[in-house]
């Protein structure tokens, strides 16, 4: 197993940053494929990005291409969302997630673990 903790969410005007990091305890974390994930108040929770376990290749949902940079440090076993020019609509909480699988990993159900989540206000 692996245990997941969110940390560095908070409340930032429009325009600006924010750093995410998801530190992970328990089995390697070099092994599992790490995602983000989002949900918003009354909304399902959504894909925000991925990166894969070793050669670190991402993807990114298509609202966050260029804004958002997804990274990790297997050394450290922690896992980063760097968040750029933030927008009102980005708010919600923020979930990072590890996988096993090497597919269809932009759906929730391809995760196995799951942090607590972090929240996010962008004020307009």
């Known amino acids: 197993q692996v245990q997941l903790t969110e940390s560095g969410g908070g409340l930032v005007q429009a325009g600006g940053s924010l750093r995410l990091s998801c530190a992970a305890s328990g089995r390697t974390f070099s092994s599992y494929t790490m995602g983000w994930f989002r949900q918003a108040p009354g909304k399902e929770r959504e894909f925000v990005a991925v990166i894969s376990r070793i050669d670190e290749r991402t993807y990114y949902a298509d609202s966050m291409k260029g804004r958002f940079t997804i990274s990790r440090d297997n050394a450290k076993n922690t896992l980063y969302l760097q968040m750029n020019s933030l927008k009102p609509e980005d708010t919600a909480v923020y979930y990072c997630?590890?996988?096993?699988?090497?597919?269809?990993?932009?759906?929730?159900?391809?995760?196995?673990?799951w942090g607590q989540g972090t929240q996010v206000t962008v004020s307009s």
């Open positions: 997630a590890a996988s096993t699988r090497v597919t269809r990993l932009v759906f929730t159900t391809s995760y196995d673990y």
